[in-house]
Structures are given as C-alpha cells and as structure tokens.
C-alpha cells in the first residue's frame, strides 16, 4: 500500500472544524481567567493603598484625612510604592467617605470597574453634575446646541433631562435579590429649603421621569444604600433635602443593603 504523505483536503477540514468548535469552548474561559487575574490584580492594589493608608495614619497618630489618602494613592514623592498602582483594566480610583461602627468619617479607595458598584456610580452621578456645572458648554449638544443658562442650572427637571441624555437616555439600573428593576437617578432639592440645590441619589421602580417615590436612597457619608425593612415602603423625596429624607428614613427604620447597580455614568 501506498503510504500517505499527508492529509487530504477533507481531512483538513474535519481537523479545522474541531478547533473550531473547540475555540468556542476555550475563548471564553481563557477569557473569563484574564479577567480574573486582572481583578485580582486591581484587588491587591485597593489592598496595598489602603493598608499603607492606615499605617502611615498610625505612623503619624493622625486623625482620618482625605489629603492623605490622596497622597497614598498617588504614591506622592514615590514615598509608599515603586510605581504608582493602576487598575489593569483601565479603570479609575475614587475615593470613598463612609461612617465606621464609631459613628467617624473614614476614608477608602475603590475602583470603578471591579469594586462593587453600590457606592461608585452614585459617587460617578455627583461628579457628573459637577462637571455639567463647571463644563457646561460640553453639555449644550444635550440642549439642543444652545448655551445652558444659570437659570437652567437651578432646575431639577432640566438637569435630570441633561443628563438622562448624556448617558444615553438611560439611567442605571438597580437590583436587590429580585428581578425588580430600579432606575439610579440624582435629585436636586431646589424648592428653597435651608439646603437648597441639596443634591442626592435615589432609586426607583417608576420609568416615569417625575416620579418622586424613592425605594432606595444612597447616603454619601457612609458609602451605603438604604431600603425600607418591609422592602416595600417609599419615600416621597419631591421638595425634600437630604436632611429632611434622612429623617424619614430613620423614622421609618430603613436599613442599609447592597444592591447591584449595572451601567455607566458618561462624562461628554
């Protein structure tokens, strides 16, 4: 018998259809590793900054302080690491103020990309208004290509709608244990209480873009969402500061959770 000396074009094709199908198994877990190892990577980072935080924080006997964490962070006079840590996969570094079990303002960093997202998107909505505030020729596009008056600024319902559209007419969604959906949206409280232009996060079931009933609300100093204990319960926060909405919810007895919120902020 004649030996072969090599394969035949069917046999070529059966092999590449294997690899084929084989790749479709593969990709998607090597994949699924790469970003493993890239969130591990950006964990041990959060770690490293926040450890050498609170040993300069002993070091020094000083009180919690945001410029410090700043300066750890940014590896300041390359004094705390080799290289400045940075998130693999592009993501940014925020600093997070939230009350400890004593009741004080303490400091931590997170990552906008693989930590969770509970306190990130609504530190990211705060910024964006701050940033539709001082930038706002970057928003007039969002306005019909005019220029955005002071007027304009101090309204609830022109800023949310501003907004709304910079992120692509779509707030982020909110979920809780359930297949119920929440939509994550800022409030400003412009009905001249003692905090007026009081700006917060809340959350609710309502696709209607003036509805007020808050099923979850987000409180900046400590980092966390709230809900009612019945998960039922809302808060109309129309004409509401935050001090008067945080007197509800105590009233009430809501109760720290941590949701998942999918989504992005966009800052044009």
Known sequence: MRKKDGFT???LIVVIAILGILA???VPSFIGYAQDAKKAVCDSNLTSINRAYQATLTKLGSDEAE?????????KDNEYFSTI???PDGGDYLIEAYTTEMGKTAYRVKCTIHSKTTSTIPVQITDQIQDLFTNREKYEKFNGGKAIT???????????KVLKEANGG????LTLGNSNEYY??????TFGSDASNDIYVFATSSKSDNYWGASFIYEEASGLWYQ???KKQTIMISGLSFNEVKEKMEKNGWVPVEPTITGEIILP
């Open 67 to 75: 410029e410090l964490l700043t300066d750890v962070m940014n590896n």
């Open 150 to 160: 002071d007027t304009q600024l101090k309204s609830n319902d022109f800023v949310r």
């Open 170 to 173: 779509k707030w982020p969604i």
């Open 85 to 87: 840590p940075k998130c």
């Open 228 to 230: 009612a204990p019945d």
């Open 24 to 26: 479709l198994f593969l």
């Open 9 to 11: 074009l069917i046999e």
């Open 184 to 189: 994550v949206q800022p409030y400003m409280d």
